[in-house]
């Protein structure tokens, strides 16, 4: 068998106390009772909310191999009948299991950061990356103090290309995450209002996204959005933290990797790009100008890395959005079909307004609509009133025909659409569910946008339960 850490190596790397026989290895770390597969360790982590030590039974009946626990609750889960490794702290013993997998690995190592598209430009680096050699990346959005350290555990020795994505909310909080990661290639997306609550303007966001630079390995390069307009603080600030390289991607003329032309359509689109000493043709799989503007950043990752660039660039083609993030269903209204752009997961200002920008350019049938739903964008503190009234300019320059809204937040832009555009208002999530059913009809396209915490997946999940995706082969109204 083949594990992804021995025993012995698991031991050494935490400076733990084994208690019982131990298996010869581990084929997994996890840290969720619920997921964990036979053979894996698990790490009773203890966070804000829940301590992982309450799920150790419920780990030991899913078939952990191995239970990483800490010294203090040691007389609480003894008695279970799995082997144990104590440690102080179980967080700091996957930190420090994280570190030693990076060690190890000969992988070239991507770490990516920004306010709007890590996480899109995390998953398109996995899926092109995965046409050149293997890969190894995030999981979901495990970008935070656990999940870092957590994917770095899980990296094989092996593998030929690892991908981290990583977040923030304050200032400070990418540093301890970027020494472990440890990247060859550093990507800063896009500066833009996430997180505005918790700093006092853009420039404040950019310093601590540039964090991410102090990480980089020995001739490591920073890879940084052209046409940003905080190009030019990100590259003093790449430098100052000795990044061998400054590199860039965009439609600006000075991008090392520059679009030179794009085509959209609502399906995807048809670029030409400068990479390097090549020009590279290629179709996008998924909508949208800003899935145009990650795609060349992730060229320039497959050319800074030595990947074959050309190959790369053919794997776009079969690109998908994620759920959540753009990820679009064809459903059957009892009267003919409709669209659902699913893009519940998160919210800003910048990601909001790329979104609308979908939703405008998505066809719909002869007597469809285009429904745009919106909640609250979260974490703009003071800054959330005239950010959500904002939103009414760009509404007002495209072909929308409905706006739904929910959160306390989206009062400010009610108000400001006033009559000038169809529009219902509602308390939270669950009284739109009715106003939603309601309003759709058949050759709509509904986009559903909001901050993660506002709920909005059940509005997704709601349509998906009353609408069967619509029959292979059937086209659209």
């Known amino acids: 068998m083949t594990y992804l850490w021995t025993s012995e190596d698991l031991v050494a790397a935490m400076d733990g106390r084994p208690t019982g026989p131990l298996p010869e290895g581990v084929t997994g770390i996890s840290i969720d009772s619920r997921t964990l597969q036979p053979g894996e360790a698990f790490f009773a982590i203890k966070g804000e909310t829940m301590d992982g030590h309450d799920f150790a039974t ?54 990516v950061t920004g306010s709007v598209g890590k996480t899109t430009t995390k998953e398109a680096l996995r899926h092109v990356l995965s046409s050149v ?20 555990a899980r990296l094989p020795a092996d593998c030929d290309y690892a991908v981290f994505e990583i977040g923030m909310n304050h200032s400070g909080e990418i540093r301890p ?28 966001i950019a310093q601590a996204k540039a964090e991410i630079f102090e990480g980089l390995e020995e001739g490591g390069t920073a890879l940084l959005n052209r046409d940003d307009s905080h190009f030019k603080l990100l590259t003093k600030l790449s430098r100052h933290a000795l990044a061998s390289k400054v590199e860039s991607f965009g439609e600006n003329e000075g991008a090392t990797y520059r679009l030179l032309d794009a085509k959209l359509d609502s399906n995807g689109s048809s670029i030409r790009a400068k990479v390097g000493d090549q020009e590279i043709s290629a179709r996008i799989g998924v909508p949208g100008r800003h899935i145009i503007q990650n795609c060349l950043a992730v060229l320039g990752v497959a050319h800074l890395v030595g990947a074959d ?56 049938g002869d007597d469809g609509r285009r429904i745009a739903v919106l909640g609250d964008m979260l974490e703009l503190g003071a800054h959330a009133p005239k950010l959500h009234a904002a939103l009414a300019d760009i509404l007002s320059g495209m072909k929308i025909d409905l706006v739904l809204l929910a959160g306390p937040e989206m009062k400010a832009l009610r108000d400001k659409i006033g009559e000038s555009l169809a529009t219902e208002y509602r ?27 506002i709920g909005f997946s059940k509005l997704v999940d709601l349509l998906l339960r009353e609408y069967s995706a619509q029959p292979s082969g059937q086209k659209r109204a």
Do not use: C
């Open 58 to 111: 419920a780990a030991m009946k899913a078939g952990a191999s191995v239970l990483v626990i800490a010294e203090g609750r040691l007389p609480a889960v003894g008695r279970l009948s799995v082997p144990k490794i104590v440690v102080p702290d179980v967080l700091v013993a996957l930190e420090k299991l994280g570190t030693a997998a990076r060690a190890r690995s000969r992988a070239k190592v991507v770490a």
């Open 133 to 152: 050699g293997t890969v190894h990346a995030s999981d979901k959005s495990f970008n935070n103090h656990w999940g870092v350290p957590l994917t770095l």
């Open 177 to 204: 995450l970027t020494a472990m990661v440890k990247p060859h290639v550093a990507i800063i997306t896009l500066i833009a209002a996430a997180h505005l609550g918790h700093f006092k303007n853009l420039e404040e």
């Open 309 to 364: 660039v050309e190959k790369a660039a053919r794997a776009l083609a079969t690109l998908q959005a994620a759920n959540g993030r753009g990820r679009r269903h064809m459903l059957q209204h009892p009267d003919g079909p409709f669209l659902l752009i699913d893009e519940s997961y998160n919210a800003n200002p910048a990601s909001m307004r790329v979104a609308l920008e979908l939703l405008d350019a998505a066809p719909i």
């Open 427 to 453: 308390a939270n999530v669950d009284e739109l569910k009715s106003v939603l059913l309601n309003e759709i009809g058949p050759g709509d396209a509904v986009m559903i946008k909001s901050s993660n915490g």
